[in-house]
Nanobody
């Protein structure tokens, strides 16, 4: 059974950092492009970042202003999202998703085939 499990969320003060993990089971992550999305209360799901399968090229939402870093560890079948200089506007449920795609990766949620259950990130001011 294909499964993605996010972890690492929590409560952090503004200016702090968190590292989210997305662990896969039932399939090999290195064959998939992986995206991170987030959804704040009352808002649409928003694309954050993604990483390709082919060469681990990384892509980010312009709104992040270089504060987040996505990476993958294929040996651990895990994707990470390092989040620095967090602000209250980063408060959301963060989801990872997998797309069976080799080159590049998509910023559109509909392109992703498998989703995790999400992890809550709360940034206090």
């Amino acid at each position: 059974q294909l499964q993605l499990v996010e972890s690492g969320g929590g409560l952090v003060q503004a200016g702090g950092s968190l590292r989210l993990s997305c662990a896969a089971s039932g399939f090999t992550l290195d064959l998939y492009a992986i995206g991170w999305f987030r959804q704040a209360p009352g808002k649409e799901r928003e694309w954050v970042s993604c990483i390709s399968s082919s060469d681990s090229s990384t892509y980010y939402s312009d709104s992040l202003k270089g504060r987040f870093t996505i990476s993958r560890d294929n040996a651990k079948n895990t994707i990470y999202l390092q989040m620095n200089k967090l602000t209250p506007e980063d408060t959301a449920v963060y989801y990872c998703a997998a797309e069976e795609r080799y080159f590049a990766c998509s910023g559109y949620a509909d392109d992703y085939d498998h989703w995790g259950q999400g992890t809550q990130v709360t940034v206090s001011s």
